[in-house]
């Protein structure tokens, strides 16, 4: 018998787990996790195994990977950001938040970004990644072709965690990178961060 949305947030809850936790562990959107829970898509396969399995885990070990993975967005404080990013073909502007190892914003020209954030392999950093959808018919930074459809550009890079401000160089999938400017703007209040 497959597993049903009730069952999956049952278990959610007996790993002590957030939707959003949740969701890093099984490397999905959280927008997926919720679709399970709601019963608006099957829960797959492969995630039905992965916690079956997870469940039956000593508690020792399950316990040791659930502080690894609250262990990554524990180490970058959940803040907005302000960016200011230049390419090939100009300068753009976007205000990014960061929350327990997602990334979201959009940009003054109507492109949204929808990412994630880990511990990276440089000391003191985060690894971002993003998809950053771009609207119809609109010219990007990097100088890419316009398209007359949404089209996805997919950003990453190294934030320093404890910097409030700084530059880093993004990488693009469409080959042109990317200076970005950044700067540390609020804390997420308290009431979001418990969510």
């Not at 609250?70 to 976007?94: C, D, E, V």
Request: proline fraction near 5%.
């Amino acid at each position: 018998m497959s597993m049903t949305g009730a069952d999956l947030r049952e278990a959610i809850t007996s790993m002590g787990l957030t939707q959003v936790e949740f969701a890093r562990l099984v490397d999905v959107s959280v927008g997926a996790v919720a679709q399970w829970l709601s019963g608006a898509r099957a829960i797959p396969g492969p995630v039905e195994s992965f916690v079956s399995l997870f469940l039956r885990l000593p508690s020792s070990i399950r316990e040791t990977e659930l502080q690894q993975l609250r262990k990554g967005s524990a180490q970058m404080k959940n803040a907005m950001y302000l960016i200011t990013f230049t390419g090939n073909a100009g300068t753009g502007t976007a205000t990014l938040t960061f929350q327990d190892g997602l990334v979201y914003g959009f940009d003054e020209a109507g492109a949204k970004y929808d990412g994630n954030y880990v511990p990276s392999d440089r000391k003191d950093h985060m690894f971002i990644t993003a998809k950053v959808a771009m609207p119809a018919n609109q010219p990007s930074v990097i100088g890419a072709q316009v398209y007359p459809v949404e089209w996805i550009l997919e950003v990453s890079g190294h934030l320093p965690i404890y910097a409030d401000t700084g530059t880093l160089i993004a990488d693009t999938n469409a080959g042109p990178q990317l200076t970005v400017k950044f700067q540390r703007m609020r804390d997420l209040p308290d009431v979001l961060q418990a969510a």
